[in-house]
């Protein structure tokens, strides 16, 4: 069921979709965007539910015939954009999926709405087809585009389009629904919830990801015993990293967890916000060893590496690089 109260955070996206429905100011375009598993589709739908709810309530009743159709997923005006290729979103889908149907009024209610999930594959012909729709739409139709990479988009489609940018959750709100809901501990809860970035959806990733485990267990391996590690030993380090590639922002996003942890501890003494409490002891030795300078620079030289790697600089090198510094550092 679709709820206000079942969102963790979003507080900026909830107001608005309340204001809007109760006031009826409803634009025929928006733009939902933010990281994967930020809750982009919930929240559309959580719009979607609340604009086509018969009730007209601020918060969907879940009651009416409107919300068990759209729960039962056959709302007849709620529309979700497909895509025959994998890939991208072509100028055939979206002809066929909203151009050929935009003109027939609803079957029910006020609204008409469309929601395309990762906009951002839309060949140019598709947005340009898009775009037509979006100059003179009909007064019932509500498109909501949702991505997670909104530069893709074109700057007359953008134009045209309420931009609702979906933020990061705080950390505590994250742990809290970790532990209410996931059954775990709080310290466990409070990890993931820093590894995951403000993003609720990838902590829950985290939880139940066996490959996850594992990069968290090579990553604290390292970060442990770099002072007793030779050349030899690093070099294999970052073969092991390589092993997870598909998955290295996790594997640095755990060093600056970690990273964090020691200044914290550094500049609080307050174990109480150590994350990696179990290892408590090396932490508060690298704490008194290194400098706040030196901290800083191994999480800048993380972050730096974060960037290279995204832009397709050399992922051995970088790794190596990054290691070596931490070694020459830490060790």
């Given at each position: 069921?679709?709820?206000?109260?079942d969102?963790?955070g979003?507080?900026?996206?909830?107001?608005?979709?309340?204001i809007?429905?109760?006031?009826?100011?409803?634009s025929?375009?928006?733009i939902m965007?933010?990281?994967?598993?930020?809750?982009?589709k919930?929240?559309?739908?959580l719009?979607?539910?609340?604009?086509l709810?018969?009730k007209?309530?601020e918060d969907?009743?879940?009651?009416c015939?409107a919300?068990?159709?759209?729960?039962?997923?056959?709302?007849?005006?709620?529309i979700?954009?497909?895509?025959?290729?994998?890939?991208?979103?072509?100028?055939?889908?979206?002809?066929?999926q909203?151009?050929?149907?935009?003109?027939?009024?609803?079957?029910?209610g006020?609204y008409?709405?469309?929601?395309?999930?990762n906009?951002?594959?839309?060949?140019?012909?598709?947005?340009?087809?898009?775009?037509k729709?979006?100059?003179?739409?009909?007064s019932?139709?509500?498109?909501?585009?949702?991505?997670?990479n909104v530069?893709?988009?074109?700057?007359?489609?953008?134009?045209?389009?309420?931009?609702?940018?979906?933020?990061q959750?705080?950390?505590?709100?994250i742990?809290s629904y970790?532990?209410?809901?996931?059954?775990?501990?709080?310290?466990?809860?409070?990890?993931?919830?820093?590894?995951s970035?403000?993003?609720?959806g990838?902590?829950?990733?985290?939880?139940?990801?066996?490959?996850y485990?594992?990069v968290?267990?090579?990553?604290?391996?390292?970060?442990t015993?770099?002072?007793?590690?030779?050349?030899?030993?690093?070099?294999?380090?970052?073969?092991?990293?390589l092993?997870?590639?598909?998955t290295i922002?996790?594997?640095?996003?755990?060093?600056?967890?970690w990273?964090?942890?020691?200044?914290?501890y550094?500049?609080?003494?307050d174990?109480?916000?150590?994350?990696?409490?179990?290892?408590?002891?090396?932490?508060?030795?690298?704490?008194?060893r290194?400098?706040?300078?030196?901290?800083?620079?191994?999480?800048?030289?993380?972050?730096?590496s974060?960037?290279?790697?995204?832009?397709?600089?050399?992922?051995?090198?970088?790794?190596?690089?990054?290691?070596?510094?931490?070694?020459e550092?830490?060790?």
């Amino acid at each position: 069921m679709n709820s206000f109260k079942d969102v963790i955070g979003h507080d900026d996206i909830l107001n608005y979709i309340r204001i809007a429905s109760k006031s009826q100011t409803v634009s025929h375009a928006y733009i939902m965007y933010g990281e994967k598993g930020s809750g982009k589709k919930m929240l559309a739908n959580l719009f979607a539910n609340t604009l086509l709810c018969e009730k007209g309530l601020e918060d969907p009743c879940n009651d009416c015939g409107a919300c068990k159709q759209i729960e039962a997923g056959t709302h007849p005006d709620l529309i979700y954009v497909t895509h025959e290729k994998e890939a991208s979103i072509g100028v055939e889908d979206i002809r066929r999926q909203i151009g050929d149907t935009v003109d027939i009024r609803p079957y029910q209610g006020k609204y008409k709405i469309y929601i395309m999930d990762n906009a951002q594959i839309m060949t140019t012909e598709a947005q340009n087809a898009l775009l037509k729709i979006l100059e003179e739409p009909p007064s019932y139709v509500v498109i909501m585009l949702l991505t997670d990479n909104v530069d893709a988009l074109l700057s007359t489609i953008t134009s045209r389009c309420v931009m609702l940018r979906i933020h990061q959750i705080r950390e505590e709100l994250i742990a809290s629904y970790l532990v209410a809901n996931e059954g775990i501990d709080e310290e466990y809860a409070k990890a993931l919830a820093a590894f995951s970035r403000g993003n609720i959806g990838r902590a829950k990733d985290y939880l139940h990801n066996e490959d996850y485990k594992a990069v968290v267990t090579s990553a604290l391996s390292f970060l442990t015993n770099i002072g007793e590690m030779s050349t030899s030993d690093l070099i294999n380090r970052v073969k092991e990293a390589l092993k997870y590639k598909v998955t290295i922002n996790e594997y640095l996003d755990i060093m600056l967890v970690w990273f964090r942890d020691i200044l914290l501890y550094k500049a609080t003494y307050d174990v109480r916000k150590v994350i990696f409490v179990d290892r408590l002891k090396t932490i508060k030795d690298l704490a008194m060893r290194c400098s706040y300078e030196d901290i800083q620079y191994i999480i800048d030289r993380i972050r730096e590496s974060k960037k290279r790697i995204s832009a397709n600089v050399n992922f051995e090198l970088t790794i190596e690089l990054l290691f070596t510094v931490i070694k020459e550092i830490c060790g």
